[in-house]
Structures are given as C-alpha cells and as structure tokens.
C-alpha cells in the first residue's frame, strides 16, 4: 500500500463510514445491539455536527448511552437546536437526564431542568414522572412549600396509579 492510499483511506473511509452510519436507524440497531459506546460515539459526534436542524431521537440515543456524567451534563446543557423542543424525543432524554441527576443527587440540576420541563414539556408523555423528580429536588434542597405546589399540579394532571402511590409515599415519609 503506497503512502498516498494510506492517507486516502485514513481521511476518507471514516466519514464514509460515517455518513453511512449516522442515521437514525442505523444507530438504534446498534443501540439494540448493546452496542452503547459505538452510540453514545456516533450521535455526539452528530450532535456536534454543523446541521441546524438535528434529529431529536440521537440527542435521546446520546443520553441513553453516555456513562460519561460530566461529559452528559456538559452537552445536555449546550444542546439547543431549534426543533428539540417540541419533540417528545427530546424531553424523553431530558427526563433520562432527570433521572441520573437525582441517582447523582444533584438536586439543582433537577429543580433547573424540572423547571424548564414545567414550562415548556407538558406534550411529553414522561410529563407528571419529570415533575415528580422536580418536586424531589426541591424536597431535598429543603423547599417543602414549592415541592407541594408541583405535587399538586401533579394530583390535577390526572397521573398515572404508579405516580400517586409514589405521591402517596413521599407524603407519608414527609410526616
């Protein structure tokens, strides 16, 4: 192999590859696959990418498969294209997010991103879950009177059986 084929298959075959495989489909295969750092590689190298207009089911791949917390916390914090928002794709990962923040205790990071999800995911199935979260950030960062504010906005949302026996809980706990 000459020099000049090495550089050509060093610079070019990676963006082929890429190219081929940065689509959606092709990611949740490999996300099925258990294939999570190949995914969580791939969507954050598309999220990076130049596009305005991104596919908010990667940046939901990207959260599901970062182990990297601080590398997460970094890019949940810088991603704003302009159609996630009103994606429920998008506020899935947000509630993912969610998730790993109260696993972290990061209570702030869950009264921050509980409130965005109040004011701007009430089309996101995971809706009453995220402010159940939100109320438990708030719980722990001793703001009892606005935790009861977003547990009773949960009570008027018509939740789920699972979400009020866990309201149910936090309110006895809270006795």
Not at 37 to 65: C, H, M
């Amino acid at each position: 192999m000459t020099l000049t084929h090495s550089l050509f298959c060093l610079l070019f075959v990676p963006s082929l590859l890429w190219s081929e495989t940065s689509g959606f489909s092709t990611l949740y295969a490999e996300f099925k696959k258990g294939n999570y750092s190949l995914v969580s590689k791939q969507s954050l190298q598309y999220l990076n990418g130049a596009e305005p207009e991104k596919d908010p089911r990667i940046f939901f791949l990207y959260v599901s498969t970062e182990e990297n917390w601080s590398n997460l916390k970094s890019k949940v914090g810088k991603e704003k294209s302009p159609n996630f928002r009103l994606s429920p794709h998008y506020w899935n990962g947000i509630y993912l997010f969610m998730e790993r923040a109260l696993v972290f205790g990061e209570s702030d990071l869950l009264v921050e991103w509980g409130k965005d999800f109040q004011k701007n995911g009430k089309q996101s199935p995971k809706y009453n879950d995220a402010l159940l979260l939100y109320g438990l950030g708030l719980l722990d960062l001793k703001n009892e009177s606005e935790a009861k504010k977003i547990f009773s906005e949960i009570e008027s949302n018509s939740p789920s059986k699972h979400i009020l026996s866990q309201l149910e809980e936090i309110k006895s706990v809270g006795k």
